[in-house]
């Protein structure tokens, strides 16, 4: 069953303007982390933030932030001040606790940032 | 530096082939594991290792064997290529124990093409 789910394929946003990545996630395990991570059209995995199911503050990095509602199990990204190097692959994990704590990805969202 | 090391880049092999994707990483890490990334699909689990000579199947192991004879290799082993299994693969690798957030390391991935 799919446990991350990113419904936006792709995204435009213009250059300076805040946007929001949308992800949802699903999980009976009370202890979780969600992630996410940019991937340029080089290949490599960036991780961007990180916010753990007990944390009881939003997630912040620099212009990202995660807004975190656990009652509608959400995890969205926001990127504000968007740069042309914004311009990526963005993806949702999520990994449970338990022995391997295996990390599930969303099927991703390309943004693309227009000058 | 932190490092994980996939042996290929870009590799071109024959349906039929047996086919060796190696990953190496030096953070004493644990957790090893194997994705596949297609278009639409995000980043899918093949097989996961959190100890030496120990895996579990991901979401999609068929196909696909794995080996993990020292804790910081872990091979993927393509029994013999198929053109659907033509895509790009990750090796990423963390921290047994709690969840934290940027314990998760990846490779630069691995682009196999089989004709």
């Known amino acids: 069953a799919q446990k991350i789910t990113q419904t936006q394929p792709g995204m435009f946003v213009q250059e300076k303007e805040a946007v929001t990545l949308d992800c949802t996630y699903d999980t009976s395990d009370p202890s979780y982390g969600l992630f996410w991570y940019k991937q340029p059209s080089s290949g490599e995995m960036i991780f961007l933030i990180y916010?753990?199911?007990?944390?009881?503050q939003n997630a912040t990095e620099g212009r990202y932030s995660l807004n975190f509602q656990k009652a509608r199990k959400s995890a969205n990204l926001v990127i504000s001040a968007s740069q042309l190097g914004d311009s990526a692959m963005y993806f949702c994990a999520m990994r449970e606790g338990g022995q391997g704590g295996k990390l599930i990805f969303g099927q991703g969202t390309e943004l693309s940032v227009k000058p | 530096d932190v490092k994980v090391t996939q042996s290929s880049r870009y590799l071109v092999k024959r349906t039929g082939e047996k086919v060796f994707l190696e990953c190496v990483q030096d953070m004493d890490h644990e957790n090893m594991f194997w994705y596949r990334q297609d278009p639409g699909l995000g980043l899918r689990l093949i097989y996961f290792s959190y100890d030496v000579k120990m895996k579990e199947k991901g979401d999609i192991p068929e196909g696909y064997s794995v080996s993990r004879e020292k804790k910081e290799r872990f091979s993927l082993i393509l029994e013999s290529a198929s053109t659907n299994q033509t895509s790009m693969y990750l090796c990423?690798?963390?921290?047994?124990?709690?969840?934290?957030?940027?314990?998760?390391?990846f490779g630069e991935g691995s682009w196999l093409t089989v004709v």
């Open positions: 990423a690798s963390s921290l047994s124990g709690t969840i934290s957030g940027n314990t998760i390391y």
């Open positions: 916010q753990g199911s007990y944390d009881q």
